[in-house]
């Protein structure tokens, strides 16, 4: 199991309004590297619904990298892999709406959701909500954090995985019938 778990939390409504990022990439069933980073959205406006349910305000970011700045070296690990996000939707529209706000080139790399995984899997959880998973596996993490929440999702995928006994993501996906798509 070779892939990398992303999560993005925002500002606002925006997607374009990103504040913080994680990535946590997945080598042969293992968790080996993790990074997290607060960012500076082009527009220093947060909504009073997103900072409670993140918790980071302007003053948290005020003085971070903006996402142009971060992209040099985000961008490697992304290129040419695999990349999951618990509601793919969501994270994948903010990647593509912050490359769009700076003009950035869009890496390539395949993705998939959690989401979808874990609804072929399980078909007996209440729903499918990352709290709701993470309880059901024992992992502890503080949700809406997004490094906590890129490692949960891919804990998911590799309790997918042993469920389904499959030897590769892609074998994950094949037997499963779970979308792939090119970004």
């Known amino acids: 199991m070779n892939y990398v778990a992303i999560d993005f939390e925002t500002a606002n409504r925006s997607r ?3 504040c913080s990022l994680a990535a946590v990439t997945v080598e042969n069933g293992q968790i080996v590297k993790a990074a997290y980073s607060l960012i500076r959205p082009p527009v220093l406006q947060f ?3 997103n900072t409670r349910i993140h918790g980071l305000t302007a003053k948290d970011v005020a003085d971070k990298p903006t996402f142009a700045e971060l992209w040099p070296r985000i961008r490697p690990h992304l290129e040419n892999k695999t990349v999951i996000a618990h509601n793919a939707i969501f994270d994948i529209g903010v990647l593509r709406s912050m490359l769009d706000e700076y003009g950035l080139p869009y890496p390539r ?8 995984i ?6 007996d959880v ?3 909500k990352l709290s709701t998973l993470a ?3 024992a992992i502890e993490f503080e949700h809406h954090n997004a490094l906590h929440d ?3 999702c891919a804990l998911i995928a590799l309790s997918a995985q042993q469920a389904v006994q499959a030897g590769s993501f892609k074998h994950l996906t094949e037997k499963l019938q779970v979308a792939v798509r090119n970004f």
């Open 109 to 116: 790399f395949r993705y998939a959701c959690t989401v979808d």
């Open 118 to 123: 874990a609804r072929r899997v399980w078909t």
């Open 150 to 152: 890129a490692r949960t």
């Open 47 to 49: 909504d009073y619904w």
């Open 16 to 18: 374009a309004s990103a």
């Open 126 to 128: 209440a729903n499918y």
């Open 135 to 137: 309880s059901r596996f």
